[in-house]
């Protein structure tokens, strides 16, 4: 009898116990973020770049899913976030260190790069040039090969680092010179 009434409680334990319960878990993101770095010599951080990485699957993307002349949140879900841990040179102008927002406003000749001041936006909804830290010109290149996830990395250069955007056929290059 005891040995009956250890098991019935038990069984009520087991059976009422939420967290005991199956968990619910999200699937996987179709557009998984990351991050890219740009690190010293001394392995010190100078930029890091945090953004979705929406994938091609067999679609047209500049100048279809991603329209030419149209502000782009440049990657996918939330705008894609970049942090200068240093005052750096893009292009020709200062950018002082903080955390912009990345858009992008691509062209089948060239694209314009944006860094802008507001922060935990989704997408480019709510985009507000005026709040432009600055804007610059970029080349679009071609690629060998077609990339099929957009990607962002760095190529280290003297005095600083080439960040590289590409996605499909297409790429650019931005230059960045440490201050």
């Given amino acids: 009898m005891k040995s009956f009434i250890i098991t019935s409680l038990t069984f009520i334990l087991f059976a009422v116990s939420p967290s005991l319960q199956a968990q619910k878990f999200s699937k996987l993101d179709a557009s998984p973020m990351d991050i890219a770095m740009y690190r010293g010599q001394d392995k010190s951080p100078i930029v890091r770049v945090i953004y979705s990485r929406p994938q091609k699957k067999d679609r047209e993307i500049f100048g279809k899913m991603v329209k030419y002349d149209e502000v782009w949140r440049t990657g996918a879900n939330e705008s894609t976030e970049i942090t200068f841990y240093k005052d750096m040179m893009i292009g020709e102008k200062t950018v002082k260190a903080g955390t912009y927002t990345l858009y992008t406003i691509p062209n089948e000749k060239e694209w314009t790069v944006i860094l802008n001041k507001d922060m935990n936006t989704w997408g480019a909804f709510g985009y507000k040039q005026e709040r432009d830290v600055v804007r610059v010109k970029a080349p679009a290149r071609n690629l060998a090969t ?18 590289l955007m590409g996605w499909d056929d297409t790429y650019v290059q931005i230059p960045f010179e440490e201050i």
Avoid: V
């Fill in 146 to 163: 077609p990339i099929e996830e957009f990607s962002i990395t760095f190529q280290p250069k003297e005095g600083g680092a080439d960040m």
